[in-house]
């Protein structure tokens, strides 16, 4: 096993560089996209016990590193693409919660009877996690009393259906597309410059900055991440990362900022080491210790989950592409919303993604505590 974390990193890093040049080279891992692909390689590993279940590097990219890919992707966000995919993208975020609080309703039906003491716990918990992100699955885990075995099987279940769904959105849209609207045109810049029409893929545009560039959004990231951090710890009410997705927008509209080369890609890189660490965090042992059960339970909150929201954008003709970042902003939050914009090559619906994402912050922990007080 790799447990050494300079050896560790090295593979987190090698498997994201493969998952790049295989969706480069080859059509068949073009269709499937690096996103995905990280995620897959990174799951082989964790299953097959190449890589140890926890580690400081996990830490670190989950951390400090993510936290930099979302003040980077950001800097790339125009607060004007708001009026175009921001109304969207909240009723869709509107309905994504709805379809997860319906979706658990549907697993408790189903399999509640394999917990007695434990099954409106975990469909509320469930609904918490997959109405906004993990830090719901803690705060109503803890509101509900939820047992530490439990708490770990369901933690392991759920990061193994948030990675399989990170996957399924990168792919749904592709698949589903000619059934539904074309979205609408944004106002979109990249920081390179180019508008809308002229944006390129970030993993494989190349792109000329200096060393001082480079510098300059790695000390000024760095300077938001600090800030948020202390901002959260003076406001213990508001979770850090709303502090440093306001400060990042805030500085991204300023004229020097917008002229930055690299953010994009920079963020785009570190995103994908975190979505390595989703993979990793995908083992399939820590679920079956407890009981296969409890990850057919995730699965089903939210299998009913996507089925009624890409139901629903159908009927009240939503596009595709909105639909799913929604979804993904519900199920696996702000970072995920992103992450997948941006892979999608839809970078204008970066920030009403993560706004709504922030936005399940406060509805998932609500929504999640009336699911399991009501099947109580």
Request: charged share 10%; proline share 5%; glycine share 12%.
């Amino acid at each position: 096993m790799i447990e050494a974390p300079l050896a560790l990193a090295t593979v987190v890093v090698g498997i994201t560089a493969l998952s790049f040049w295989l969706a480069r080279s080859f059509g068949w891992a073009s269709k499937m996209g690096a996103s995905l692909l990280v995620i897959v390689f990174g799951a082989l590993l964790a299953n097959l016990d190449l890589v140890p279940v926890s580690s400081s590097v996990y830490g670190m990219i989950g951390g400090p590193v993510t936290s930099l890919a979302i003040v980077w992707l950001l800097f790339a966000v125009d607060l004007r693409d708001l009026k175009v995919a921001g109304p969207r993208m909240l009723g869709a975020f509107v309905i994504a919660v709805v379809a997860t609080a319906v979706g658990s309703l549907v697993a408790f039906a189903l399999l509640g009877h394999y917990f007695p003491e434990d099954g409106w716990r975990l469909a509320g918990v469930m609904t918490g996690t997959y109405s906004g992100g993990s830090l719901n699955f803690v705060s109503v885990g803890r509101a509900v009393d939820l047992s530490g075995t439990m708490f770990a099987a369901a933690t392991a279940a759920d990061n193994l259906v948030t990675g399989v769904w990170v996957g399924a959105t990168l792919l749904l849209p592709v698949w589903l597309r000619r059934f539904y609207p074309a979205p609408p045109e944004a106002t979109y810049r990249s920081v390179e410059g180019g508008g809308a029409q002229g944006f390129e893929d970030p993993m494989h545009a190349t792109v000329g900055f200096s060393v001082l560039d480079l510098l300059t959004l790695g000390g000024l990231g760095l300077a938001l991440v600090l800030a948020a951090e202390k901002l959260g710890e003076l406001t213990p009410g508001v979770p850090s990362v709303i502090w440093l997705t306001t400060l990042a927008l805030i500085v991204a509209q300023l004229p020097p900022v917008r002229k930055l080369p690299g953010a994009l890609q920079l963020g785009t890189l570190a995103l994908h080491l975190f979505f390595a660490i989703i993979g990793i965090g995908s083992r399939v042992d820590q679920i079956l210790a407890v009981g296969i059960q409890v990850f057919y339970f995730a699965a089903i909150v939210v299998l009913i989950h996507g089925v009624v929201l890409f139901v629903a954008a159908r009927l009240f003709r939503l596009d595709v592409e909105t639909t799913a970042i929604a979804s993904q902003a519900a199920v696996g939050g702000p970072s995920t919303a992103i992450a997948l914009a941006v892979a999608r090559k839809r970078p204008e619906l970066a920030l009403p993604g993560a706004m709504v994402g922030l936005l399940g912050y406060a509805l998932g922990t609500y929504a999640g505590i009336a699911v399991a007080w009501l099947l109580r």
